[in-house]
């Protein structure tokens, strides 16, 4: 008859997880996985380097548990796969990281301070926390490479990344386009979404009510009355040619203290007031074909 050990109603995990981690160091698992696969069709994964001038957060753990399983699940299949570490040494964040160091507040500030100094201070930070990021690898016990780590500043680097350049120019498949992107007029460039992400707030933007007066219309009794728009950029009226109206959508005209006024369906209390009343509902569609009198008539479109 097998007996077994008893099992403790009370596990305890990150002891149970200690001892995983203790058993993979000792036994050195992760090398020998390597050594095993070694000739093995290779399977190559580039890790996205985390940028190391910060202390990890716990959202670091869930994106390296996912980079982990992947270069697992192939190892498992027979093949080999390189686990080599990285840092990410370049970018705003460092640069920000920096400034905050040192406290200037525009990149006037930066050559007064001294251009290579402030490069100087921005590869050292990226270095301040590796040794936590090393601790953290370990902890959640994703298999990597850290001794030989590369880092996006080393030349090597910087080469290879202008080399690839070069072969997709080769290849024709680097071309010149033109793209929308956020800018950031104190740094002077364009913004990742992961840049913009590091400020981003919710901030009460300008904006401005704005009648359109019509002045001709399939349905004449729309005549004297004004659609009314709502826009958060009123740089653009200067140039204004249309206005877009939802079909199916329903629309109200109310006469008040500011006239006769069309207004969506949900706005047509705010848009009479106490005073006022509401004159018909209509559909988006009957207001097709309208015309209004230009908010600027001296712009010649």
Known sequence: MERFRPVDSKADFPAVERGVLEFWRERDVFRKSLELRAGAEPWIFYEGPPTANGKPGIHHVQSRTFKDVFPRYRTMTGRFVPRKAGWDCHGLPVELE????????????IEEFGIAEFNRLCRRSVTDYVDD????????GFWLDLSDAYRTMDPEYVESVWWSLKELYRQGLLFEDFKS????PRCGTALSDHEVALGYRQVVDPSVYVRFEIVDAPDPTLVGSALVA????PWTLV?????????DEEYVEVEGGLG?????????????????REVRRLRGGDLVGARYAPLYPTVEG
Not at 230 to 233: D, I, R, S
Not at 260 to 276: H, N, T
């Open 181 to 184: 992107v956020a800018y950031c």
């Open 239 to 247: 140039s204004n040619m249309g206005l877009a109206v939802a079909a």
């Open 133 to 140: 990021w090393e601790r953290l690898t370990d902890r959640i």
């Open 260 to 276: 006769r006024l069309i207004v969506a369906g949900a706005f047509a209390d705010v848009a009479k007031g106490e005073d006022g």
């Open 98 to 109: 920096v400034e905050k160091r040192i406290g200037t507040k525009s990149k006037r500030d």
């Open 230 to 233: 709502w826009t958060t950029t």
